[in-house]
């Protein structure tokens, strides 16, 4: 038994077989919402500009968006991102969007991350004071900035793409719920938004609520889905389509301007109060003339984390009058992964149950 201990304590690095696919991700969190920064390992991508390798990503490694995002490696509420070269010389970096169904357009508390990560690996020359990045998403580029101050970072914020409303106060039929009310806006990816007062629902925004928020949140994504044709973006087609469904309500501890939870990609639940979410939201506002340009709004999420949100400017973006909302928040780096993935394996590609 010595023996055994003596060796297996001196012998603890595993050396996979050449054949194996190695994989390195830091692992993040954003108010609570994972992000798995893959860093190493994934195969080349090829393209000119993000909305190219994520096409190329989609068709070639999708088995791979699977193995990092699911389990035996993942959940079914992980999510993910691949770096890759900027749309142009004036840019840091590009972004692609790993999640349960498949690849966001843009994700906030992923922007929070990055920034954040960048500052804390030295993948830029760190300053005192505000650092600033140029991120290439899917649906543009994001400017971001990481408030540094004695060596530490004290602040993360980002300035949003143009982001707008689509309608106000327009309804669905719901099976089990009747009429719904909802806002329909875009914050880099497109969200329906229910609030709940207006439309008297016999749940909260509490953890409690999880399992009853995932499935409304769907039943309402699909009908509107189902009905609504302007979910149209004016100038990418590949972003005109329902990201997801945002609850809206008071926040609990009533610290906050109100509470977010959104619901998204095949029925996950963000645990922070959701970057893109917020942006639209700043829209919404904007448009029912409930905020002033560089007043700030605290969003708190299902797990009590907070977003700070504001309008930057207004702008014409197509045939919307737009904002540019700025989304502040803070993210945390929880581990570093080396995964394997062993070509005998029969559940190498993951899964998820139910």
């Known amino acids: 038994m010595d023996s055994f201990f003596q060796n297996m304590r001196q012998n603890t ?32 991508l090829f393209g000119n500009c993000v909305l190219d390798y ?25 999510y993910g991102c691949v770096l890759t070269p900027p749309n142009d010389k004036d840019g840091d970096f590009g972004v692609i969007f790993l999640h349960n169904e498949g690849y966001s357009t843009m994700c906030g508390h992923a922007i929070i991350a990055l920034a954040t990560l960048a500052v804390q690996m030295g993948w830029i020359d760190v300053k005192e004071g505000d650092n600033s990045l140029k991120i290439d998403t899917p649906c543009g580029r994001i400017n971001a900035f990481v408030h540094v101050r004695k060596a530490a970072i004290r602040g993360v914020r980002f300035h949003c793409i143009p982001s707008f409303v689509v309608g106000l106060d327009r309804t669905v039929e719901i099976e089990n719920f009747g009429k719904v009310t909802y806002d329909l806006a875009y914050g880099g990816a497109f969200y329906a938004y229910v609030d709940l007062v207006k439309n008297n629902f016999n749940f909260d925004l509490s953890s409690k609520s999880y ?5 409304s ?3 309402i994504k699909r009908a509107i889905m189902h009905q609504d044709t302007e979910i149209i973006h004016p100038f990418e087609k590949e972003l005109s389509f329902l990201y997801g469904t945002i609850f809206i309500g008071d926040s609990i501890g009533l610290t906050n301007d109100s509470r977010n939870v959104c619901v998204f990609a095949n029925g996950e639940v963000d645990r922070s109060p959701t970057g893109s979410g917020v942006s639209g939201r700043m829209a919404i506002h904007r ?40 989304i502040e928040g803070m993210a945390y780096i929880t581990g570093m992964n080396t995964f394997v993935i062993d070509p005998s394996d029969p559940m190498k590609n993951g899964f998820i149950l139910g």
């Open 217 to 219: 949140g769907m039943d």
């Open 287 to 326: 448009a029912r003339k409930e905020i002033e340009i560089g007043e700030t709004m605290s969003i708190e999420s299902i797990t009590g984390s907070i977003f700070k949100g504001s309008v930057v400017s207004e702008q014409e973006y197509g045939p919307y009058k737009a904002v540019i909302p700025q």
């Open 13 to 44: 690095d595993f050396y996979p077989p050449k054949d194996w696919l190695k994989i390195k991700t830091i692992d993040m969190h954003t108010g609570g919402e994972p992000l798995r920064v893959i860093v190493d390992g994934f195969p080349e």
């Open 54 to 78: 994520r096409r190329y990503c989609k068709d070639n490694y999708d088995h791979l968006r699977t193995a990092l995002m699911f389990e035996p490696r993942g959940h079914a509420d992980m």
């Open 211 to 215: 399992h009853k928020l995932m499935s």
